[in-house]
Structure formats: C-alpha cells, structure tokens
C-alpha cells in the first residue's frame, strides 16, 4: 500500500516493524473477526488474543519473545521470508508507520518516526502520500474497523487531521 514511498525490498530486509517491546506493545497489529477467519482458514499455528468488546483481536505473541523477554516477535514473522501472511496482512501492517489516532474525539493520521526509511525521508514527501488519497483510505478503513484507531501517543507527529 505504500509502494509509493517504500519498497517492498526495503521493508523485508527492515522488519522493525514486526518486533516490539514491552512498550509498544499497543502497537501490534489490530486483525478483525473477519481477518482471522481468513487466517485460521489457511494456518492453524498462530494463535489470537481477543481484545474485548471492540470485537477484535491481536496475535498472541507470549511463545515469540526473546531470552530476556524483552522483545516479542509477531509470529507471523519467518526469518527469512519476512512476513507470511500474503493477502492476509493487517491493515495496521499495510499502513506502517502511519497510524489512525483519536485525540481529543477527532481522529488524526500520525507517523512513528521508528521507522528508520520514513524518519530520513522529507516531510513533503510522506504528507503528499495522504493527500493523494491514502489519507482517505485509512480514514474509510477506520470507519469499517474502528479497533485500529489508537488513543493519541504523545510525541507521535500529527500529519493529518480528519475533517467533520
Ligand atoms: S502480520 Fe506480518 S507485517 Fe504485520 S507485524 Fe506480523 S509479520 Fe509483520
């Protein structure tokens, strides 16, 4: 989805964004009852946590963690092919590093400026990515699965605002 800005080769030899740590785990990806139907149809090995009333759910990652218990890996992560998901990739992972947030009732589109690619690129260059559209699209996919907007994370840059 963001092939505009980041290549596909870039993002596989990165992964940054598929291992967290105790901090950002609110960051893994949210998957909707929908999309884990489609993924246990075709792997029974990844197993899900629920999150509750919003009726999604996250991949249970307590059996990918390393030594020291400080990382988790998503487990849908293979060393060597990256990501084995396909089709089936959260929404959250197609739009990395943007984020949906909400920030005070209104929602906003902010960057995590983790991601080493996005972090030395121009601001010009990510927020005219929004405005050709992918902005629309995150905002549409928030009203379908509203589980993927997270509350505001002080420190991550707003880029764009959703208009009421
Ligand atoms: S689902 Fe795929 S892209 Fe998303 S965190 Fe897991 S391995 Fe990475």
Do not use: H
């Not at 960051?27 to 884990?36: G, R, Y």
């Not at 293979?78 to 396909?86: A, F, M, R, V, W």
């Amino acid at each position: 989805m963001l092939k505009n800005i980041l290549s596909p080769k870039t993002c596989a030899e990165c992964r940054i964004c598929c291992i967290f740590d105790k901090y950002d785990v609110w960051e893994t990806p949210v998957i909707s009852s929908e999309l884990k139907a489609a993924i246990e149809s075709e792997r029974d090995d990844l197993k899900f946590v629920s999150k509750g009333e919003t009726g999604a759910y996250i991949f249970n990652m307590e059996n990918n963690r390393d030594e020291k218990k400080e990382l988790f890996f998503c487990p849908a992560l293979d060393n060597e092919k990256g990501c084995t998901l396909g089709e089936n990739k959260p929404f959250d992972c197609k739009i990395w590093p943007y984020r949906v947030m909400e920030l005070g009732g209104i929602q906003v589109i902010s960057v995590a400026s983790i991601c080493p690619e996005i972090y030395s690129m121009p601001l010009k260059i990510i927020t005219e990515e929004l405005e050709r559209g992918l902005g629309d699209i995150i905002f549409a996919e928030a009203d379908k699965n509203p589980a993927i907007v997270k509350p505001y994370e002080k420190g991550y840059p707003i880029l764009k605002v959703r208009s009421r």
